[in-house]
């Protein structure tokens, strides 16, 4: 399983940035997708998941109204714009799989609340740095 998250970087407080992580070595269409941060010394905190369609998203609170994941199901690439980003938002950012293709948000809730307690596989991260 290959997960290989990129497009992090150095952003001013209100800017914006689109993290990518590109994918292989798995059943693209059984697999819900999160992303996930940790910002140094803090644990691990859930940002947003969708569903293996696509069709479903969850944000953390955090992230709702200025993060949009998504999926392309062509380039099996999961996507995270992150808009309006705040000095808080400075993290690791992973992108993780778990095997699961129904829909109910429960799940998803439980996945980024967990925080990723039971995801199948993670990437390696990319650091986002937002300056003030």
């Known amino acids: 399983v290959q997960l290989q998250a990129s497009g992090g970087g150095l952003v001013q407080s209100g800017g914006s940035l689109r993290l990518s992580c590109a994918t292989g070595?798995?059943?693209?269409?059984?697999?819900?997708m999160c992303w996930f941060r940790q910002a140094s010394g803090k644990e691990r905190e859930g940002v947003s998941c969708?569903?293996?369609?696509?069709?479903?998203?969850y944000y953390s609170e955090s992230a709702k109204g200025r993060f949009t994941i998504s999926r392309d199901h062509v380039r099996k690439t999961v996507y995270l714009l992150m808009n309006s980003l705040r000095p808080e938002d400075t993290a690791e950012y992973y992108c993780?799989?778990?095997?699961?293709?129904?829909?109910?948000?429960?799940?998803?809730?439980?996945?980024?609340?967990?925080?990723?307690?039971?995801?199948?596989?993670w990437g390696e991260g990319t650091q986002v740095t937002v300056s003030s």
């Open positions: 070595g798995f059943a693209w269409g059984d697999y819900a």
């Open positions: 993780a799989i778990k095997a699961y293709q129904d829909e109910a948000i429960w799940y998803f809730r439980h996945l980024v609340e967990g925080p990723g307690q039971g995801m199948d596989y």
């Open positions: 969708i569903s293996s369609s696509g069709d479903v998203t």
